[in-house]
Every structure is written in structure tokens, then in C-alpha cells.
């Protein structure tokens, strides 16, 4: 992530916002921690004494210098969690956006976008009724606590840190874990390579490049993600009135979303599919096993775009993002195919169609859970997915849209079928849909990969989170 100073009407205030808004933390070690407020008898003396023991570990947006903080951490509360520890606000009826008070398990807006809820009696994998393994509600997610370590040893002394803080509030504050592990916790697994993830894609290469001209329209400008800085006439991010807009000012907004992966499915179906691939394209097995997975991602397993190097991965692009579809002559797919997921959840020069408007861009901090299938194949894993964004729906329901149904660019034919990207999007079994991937060939018919496709990727958990100012942060550990 790189930051650009481009206005000088008003900087951000770095020392006010919290790091993992600006900066793509390199620490080794994460812990995700959840918890929830006791709201049947709270006692807001104990939970503020649990924000205070966390503060000198709160790490903001400012240079840290020449070594990394070996422990610090950041915090997030739900629409719920502001409620509970800062009651004057009356969230329910504030100017606070109505999708982060509704949360992304509401039948409405949300899940007509996530799309883990699927039409029908019986409740899909990933529907929010299953979240959390079922441990606890999704109504009980109040606060997070994104932990960093430099080595295991310092990650045991954060989240033991942590887990006092709350076990000294009286009951007032208790961890909710999640997962079927020795901890139950959201662990990062470091993974070799270490910025790889269980699909073997490597990951985090393409981001925003953040500037601060609070009158911009570019969506990568920083107004666009931190709450308080546009000069735009009824712009997002908000609140933009009232005592919620002061304590939401230098706060940006998470969708944290768990997401499971099919390793085993996932390799079956390459390797399935690679043997009646390979004749047609006159290629080794092994050749169309890793072709296929960069035509269904947009990009080789060692990042590079399809349409810089379409035929073989190469070192010389494989962080590049520095391209284009119709800069690089690839309006017809045959590159890179049309619902490949880096070019649906991107597309950049592609262009989308007058009622998408312009093309969202998120932050987006990744790291995986889980040990790999080597390790153990009966494990649980998957990503541990940090979306960073000013507005959740226009921003990340959008795109998440966009991933179930590719209907937002006239490179879809509208008097066809909705396909969908085959790598993440929810096998939605709905009227329209073209559950089929196809992948243009110049010199010979398109292949057709028959859907609906395996569910290779099952949402264990989503919460809407505010990531507020430091200084707000410092409001509720002292009552203020």
C-alpha cells in the first residue's frame, strides 16, 4: 500500500487513525479476536476498563520507524458494540449508515448482494443461520481486536494481554471463538510462500493507491474510505451529522468476512477438468491444471496477470497491476476471461454499463486460517478476509454483487444468461443464471467448463465493523 499526499486543504490526521486503514501490515503472526458486550446487566466501568488496558498497544497510521512494533493491535465495533459502550449516541436512530445497523445477515440489501442465503427450505452451507459454527449468534459479535506479533512467542504475549483485559471486566466482556481448533481462534497460518493462500494463488497484490483530495471523485482517493474528509456535495462516507459524525471522524468501515475453502474440491475439479481440457488446447495435464486456475482467477498462481503473460506465469509480472483490458487488447476474453475473478472483482478499463456507474474499489487484508492440507486434510481453513471501505453497500456489497452475478459490463450480453466468477461467488441456483465458465478461445470453439460449478469457497462468518479513530477509542476507555 503506498499513500500519496496530492491536497494541502486538510491531511490526515495519522495520528488519529488506526494503522491497518493505511498501512498492509507485514507481521507474521495475526489473531482476530471477537467479542461481546454483556447487555443484559452491562456495567460500562468494566468494559471501559477492558478498551483502557488495550490502548498502549493500539497501533495508529503513523511511520513506526525503522523496526516493527513486536505486539500492537487494532479495534473494531459493530453497530451494536458503539451502542452499548457509547449509549448517547442512540445508534438505532443515528445517521449512521443503515447497512452497517442492519449487518450482513439481514435478508435484505446484504444477502441479496453476499448471496449466502440461497432461495429454498433448506438453509445452504453458508447460510447466516450457520456462521460461527453455530457457536454463538451473529448478534453477539459486538468489538474485534486484530492482533499482531512479529514471532509465536510475542503473539502469545498480545493475546494473553487481551484475554485479561477481558477476563478481568467482570463478565462484562467475553471472547467468542468461532472455530473447530485447539484455540477456536482466527489464527493466521503462516503458509510457504507466506504471501500465498490454501488455493496456492498468491495474494494481497493489487491495492488502492490511498491520496487524500478530500474533493476527489476517483474511488482510490482516501475520502472515499476515511469518514470526515470529503468536500463533495451529499458524499459517503458518513455519518456526516450529529455527535456520531465526531466520534465516526478518522474511522473507516470493515467487512470482516470468514471465508472456509474447498481445498480438496478445488484441486479435484482442476485435475478433472485438465484431463478433458489438455487434448483440446494440446497441453500436458499438468500444464492445463495451472492454466485453468489462472483462467478462472484472472491471474497465474504466482500472480501474474493473464493479460500481461497468457501463456506461462512469469517472474517479471507477477506483482504487476499496472494494466488494463482494453489497454491490453483483451475485449474479447481471450487473454483473460470475462468472470475470471481479478477481472470481475477489477476491471478496471473494461468499463461497466450507465447503471454500475464507475468501478468501487476496496481495501483489502487477507490472511489465511487453518493448516494446509499436508498438515492435516480434515482441517478447517480458509481466509480471514479484512474488506476496508467508506461505504458497505455501494463499496463491498457492490463488488460482492458483481462476483455472484457478472451483469454490471456490456462484455455480458444481456440477452443471455447472468454467469457467474467461478472461483468465489455462491452457487446461488436462481432463474437467469448461467451456471456454466466459459473460457473464449481465438482458434477454436469456447470452452465450456458445464456448471453449476462446485461451492468451492462457504462463508463461515460476516460482521460489519467501524474502525474507529483513535481518539474516539481513548473517549470510551475514560467515560468521555
Known amino acids: 500500500m503506498t499513500y500519496t499526499q496530492t491536497s494541502q486543504t486538510e491531511k490526515p490526521e495519522l495520528h488519529d487513525i488506526q494503522g491497518l486503514i493505511i498501512n498492509g501490515y507485514t507481521h507474521p503472526c495475526s489473531v482476530h479476536m471477537l467479542f461481546k458486550f454483556n447487555t443484559e446487566n452491562a456495567n460500562l466501568k468494566y468494559i471501559r476498563a477492558f478498551f483502557k488496558d488495550l490502548l498502549p498497544y493500539l497501533q495508529s497510521a ?8 513486536e505486539i500492537m493491535l487494532n479495534i473494531g465495533l ?38 449466502d442465503t440461497i432461495p429454498g427450505p433448506i438453509p445452504s452451507p453458508g447460510d447466516p443461520s450457520n456462521w460461527w ?20 512467542t510475542a503473539q502469545e504475549r498480545i493475546v494473553g494481554i487481551i484475554t485479561d483485559a477481558a477476563e478481568k471486566s467482570n463478565g462484562m466482556v467475553t471472547e467468542l471463538k468461532p472455530l473447530d481448533s485447539p484455540t477456536g481462534r482466527l489464527e493466521q497460518y503462516l503458509l510457504v510462500p507466506s504471501d500465498y493462500v490454501h488455493f496456492r494463488f498468491r495474494d494481497s497484490i493489487d491495492e488502492p493507491d490511498l491520496n487524500d483530495n478530500p474533493a476527489g471523485k ?10 470526515g474528509y470529503s468536500t463533495l456535495k451529499d458524499a459517503t462516507p458518513g455519518p456526516l451529522t450529529g455527535p456520531e459524525a465526531k466520534f465516526a471522524k478518522n474511522g473507516c468501515y470493515n467487512a470482516f468476512r470468514i471465508l472456509y475453502q474447498d481445498v480438496k474440491t478445488f484441486n479435484d475439479f482442476l485435475e478433472d477438468q485438465a484431463e478433458l481440457i489438455a487434448p ?20 497465474w498462481r504466482n500472480g501474474s496477470p493473464l493479460v500481461l503473460s497468457p501463456e506461462n506465469p512469469e517472474h517479471e509480472t507477477s506483482k504487476s497491476t499496472n ?32 447503471a454500475a456507474s464507475v468501478v468501487p474499489r476496496i481495501i483489502r487484508r487477507g490472511m489465511p486460517y487453518g493448516p494446509p492440507m499436508s498438515v492435516d486434510p480434515d482441517a478447517d481453513r480458509g481466509l ?32 443471455n444468461n447472468t454467469p457467474q466468477d467461478p472461483l468465489i461467488a455462491n452457487r446461488s441456483l436462481i432463474s437467469n443464471m448461467d451456471l456454466n465458465f466459459t473460457i473464449p478461445m481465438a482458434d477454436m470453439p ?21 474502525l474507529p479513530s483513535i481518539s474516539s477509542l481513548k473517549e470510551i476507555a475514560e467515560g468521555v
Not at 451494536?80 to 459502550?85: A, D, E, W
Not at 470452452?447 to 460449478?453: E, Q, R, S, W
Open 62 to 69: 503513523e511511520d513506526w520507524g525503522p523496526l516493527k512494533p
Open 78 to 115: 459493530t453497530a451494536t458494540g458503539i451502542g452499548i459502550v457509547k449509549p448517547e449516541l442512540k445508534v438505532k436512530k443515528s445517521n449512521f449508515p443503515s447497512t452497517f445497523k442492519k449487518g450482513p445477515w439481514n435478508r435484505g440489501s446484504a444477502q441479496q448482494s453476499l448471496g
Open 133 to 152: 459454527n453455530k457457536k454463538f449468534a451473529n448478534e453477539d459479535v459486538h468489538c474485534v481486536v486484530h492482533a499482531y506479533a512479529m514471532n509465536p
Open 218 to 227: 476517483d474511488q482510490q482517493d482516501l475520502n472515499n474510505f476515511l469518514i
Open 280 to 299: 483440446k488446447i494440446n497441453k500436458s495435464k499438468e500444464y492445463t491444471v495451472e492454466w485453468l486456475a489462472a483462467k478462472m482467477c484472472g491471474r
Open 323 to 354: 494494466f488494463g483490458y482494453k489497454a491490453n487488447d483483451d475485449m474479447k476474453g481471450l487473454k483473460c476471461p470475462f468472470s475470471a475473478h481479478t477481472r470481475v472483482a477489477n476491471p478496471r478499463d473494461e468499463g461497466v454499463d450507465a
Open 384 to 415: 480471514i478476509g479484512l474488506f476496508l471501505c467508506g461505504d458497505l453497500s455501494s463499496q463491498f456489497e457492490t463488488l460482492y454483487s458483481w462476483i455472484n452475478k457478472n451483469n454490471f459490463s456490456d462484455v455480458f450480453d444481456p440477452a
Open 446 to 466: 469456447d470452452i465450456v467448463i458445464k456448471g453449476p460449478l462446485p461451492q468451492f469457497v462457504i462463508t463461515r462468518g460476516t460482521a460489519y465493523f467501524l
